[in-house]
């Protein structure tokens, strides 16, 4: 099975600032089509989890532009541009190559 | 925006059996499959069952042989049958579309729906 290793596992952040999520994959996530099975999701405090950012860089629809996600292979990274109030709640990636899925550990972000 | 709802959950005793349902606002075009993800109260998600639209079931090791996952698409319902419950079953259970853009049949989790709580203790 694959492993997710997210870090860090808690980010206290300040409104404005830019903000990074770790993810790395203990297996290669890149397939040979190209792309990498790797998806970013939120749960925001009391919520169902909900799509950020899929095979590893796509944004999904109606997510602000202030989210991006990079990487290949076996290291992810999820950026927030400008942190904003209600980007607060914990974050996990999930790889979606082969079953059984799996997801990271989570990183919650907090405001400072 | 398609809506999912789940329903069935609630308390049962250890080796009991609860059928969760998933039922979908409208038909989910562009859907390529639906899976169950559960969260234990406080901690982080797992995924435990997907079925693919060509009829491919797939299971987390930790549920395989106790749960099964079906669908009634005429009335466009999602179900998860889970038999010999066991104390670590006890989670909020999402069910979710899958979506694809690449290769394979479930790339990634588009719509999740609220979760419904099952609590498995005696």
């Known amino acids: 099975d694959i492993v997710l290793t997210q870090s860090p596992v808690s980010l206290p952040v300040t409104p404005g600032e830019p903000a990074s999520i770790s993810c790395r994959s203990s297996?290669?996530?890149?397939?040979?089509?190209?792309?990498?099975?790797l998806d970013w999701y939120l749960q925001k405090p009391g919520q169902s989890p909900q799509l950020l950012i899929y095979l590893g860089s796509h944004r999904a629809s109606g997510v602000s532009d202030r989210f991006s996600g990079s990487g290949s292979g076996t290291d992810f990274t999820l950026e927030i541009s400008r942190v904003e109030a209600e980007d607060v709640g914990v974050y996990y990636c999930m790889e979606g190559l082969q079953t059984p899925f799996t997801f990271g550990g989570g990183t919650k972000v907090e405001i400072k | 925006e398609v809506r999912l709802l789940e329903s069935g959950g609630g308390l049962v005793q250890p080796g009991g059996s609860l059928r969760l349902s998933c039922s979908a606002s409208e038909f989910t075009s562009g859907t390529t499959g639906m899976s169950w993800v559960r969260q234990a109260l406080g901690k982080g998600l797992e995924w435990v069952s997907s079925?693919?639209?060509?009829?491919?079931?797939h299971y987390a090791d930790s549920v395989k042989g106790r749960f099964t996952i079906s669908r009634d698409s005429s009335k466009n319902i999602l179900y998860l049958q889970m038999n010999s419950l066991r104390a670590d079953d006890t989670a909020v259970y999402y069910c979710?579309?899958?979506?694809?853009?690449?290769?394979?049949?479930?790339?990634?989790?588009?719509?999740w729906g609220l979760g419904t709580l099952v609590t498995v203790s005696s």
């Open positions: 079925l693919s639209d060509y009829g491919g079931t």
């Open positions: 979710a579309n899958c979506r694809v853009y690449g290769s394979g049949w479930c790339n990634y989790l588009d719509d």
């Open positions: 297996q290669s996530l890149l397939y040979s089509d190209g792309y990498n099975y």
